[in-house]
T-cell receptor, first 115, second 111 residues
Framework: GEDVEQSLFLSVREGDSSVINCTYTDSSSTYLYWYKQEPGAGLQLLTYIFSNMDMKQDQRLTVLLNKKDKHLSLRIADTQTGDSAIYFCAERDPKEGGGADGLTFGKGTHLIIQP | DAGVIQSPRHEVTEMGQEVTLRCKPISGHNSLFWYRQTMMRGLELLIYFNNNVPIDDSGMPEDRFSAKMPNASFSTLKIQPSEPRDSAVYFC?????????FGQGTRLTVV
C-alpha cells in the first residue's frame, strides 16, 4: 500500500536553512505536497509539485523531487520563529476524468527553532 | 472565496449521542475529503467524494460513521452512536485536480 515517511523532529537555529525530508512508496504519485500545521490550527497548503518537475521555488521555500529515489524535500531559507510548526508531506494520484484519490500523509515533522 | 468552512469548531458530547459535522467546500472544487487526526494515528482519510459521489469509504472505521454529500456545496459526517475513542480533530478538504485545501477542523470530544 501507499506509505509516506518523515522524520518526527528537526531542530535548527534561527536564520539557518531548514531541510525537511520525505520518502514515499507509490510510484504512480502524480502530485506531492507540503502542508504546515500550527498548534490548534488546520493544515495550510504551502506548495505542491507535479511529478514531472524536479524543483520548485517559491520565495523562501524550495521543493526538490527525486522521482527515481521517491524522495521529496522542503528547504526553508532563513528560518524564522514563525516557521515553528508541524510540516506534513503528502502524495496523491489523480484519476482520469477530473477526479482524484485522497491524499496520503506522512506523520509530520516538528520543526523546532532555536534562538 | 472564504475557503473550506467547517462547523462546529468544537463539539463536546456524551457517549451514545449522535454527532453531525458539517462542511462547505470551496466553490468549483469537484472533490471533497473527510480526514481524522489523532496523536496516535496521524491523519487518516475516512472517505472522499468526486462530483458528489462517494468513491472510497474504506477508511470509515465502523458502521457508526456515515457521510453524505447531497449537493456540491455541502457535506456531513455523522457518528451515531458516538464513543470516547472517536475523540479527534475532523478535517474536511476540497480540491480541484491539483490543489487541496483544508478547513480549520472540528475538535470532537466524546465524554
Amino acid at each position: 500500500g501507499e506509505d509516506v515517511e518523515q522524520s518526527l523532529f528537526l531542530s535548527v537555529r534561527e536564520g539557518d536553512s531548514s531541510v525537511i525530508n520525505c520518502t514515499y512508496t507509490d510510484s504512480s504519485s502524480t502530485y506531492l505536497y507540503w502542508y504546515k500545521q500550527e498548534p490548534g490550527a488546520g493544515l495550510q497548503l504551502l506548495t505542491y509539485i507535479f511529478s514531472n518537475m524536479d524543483m520548485k521555488q517559491d520565495q523562501r521555500l524550495t521543493v526538490l523531487l527525486n522521482k527515481k529515489d521517491k524522495h521529496l524535500s522542503l528547504r526553508i531559507a532563513d528560518t524564522q520563529t514563525g516557521d515553528s510548526a508541524i510540516y506534513f508531506c503528502a502524495e496523491r494520484d489523480p484519476k482520469e476524468g477530473g477526479g482524484a484519490d485522497g491524499l496520503t500523509f506522512g506523520k509530520g515533522t516538528h520543526l523546532i527553532i532555536q534562538p | 472565496d472564504a475557503g473550506v468552512i467547517q462547523s462546529p469548531r468544537h463539539e463536546v458530547t456524551e457517549m451514545g449521542q449522535e454527532v453531525t459535522l458539517r462542511c462547505k467546500p470551496i466553490s468549483g472544487h469537484n472533490s471533497l475529503f473527510w480526514y481524522r487526526q489523532t496523536m496516535m494515528r496521524g491523519l487518516e482519510l475516512l472517505i472522499y467524494f468526486n462530483n458528489n459521489v462517494p468513491i472510497d469509504d474504506s477508511g470509515m472505521p465502523e458502521d457508526r460513521f456515515s457521510a453524505k454529500m447531497p449537493n456540491a456545496s455541502f457535506s456531513t459526517l455523522k457518528i451515531q452512536p458516538s464513543e470516547p475513542r472517536d475523540s479527534a480533530v475532523y478535517f474536511c478538504a476540497s480540491s480541484n485536480r491539483a490543489e487541496a485545501f483544508f478547513g480549520q477542523g472540528t475538535r470532537l470530544t466524546v465524554v
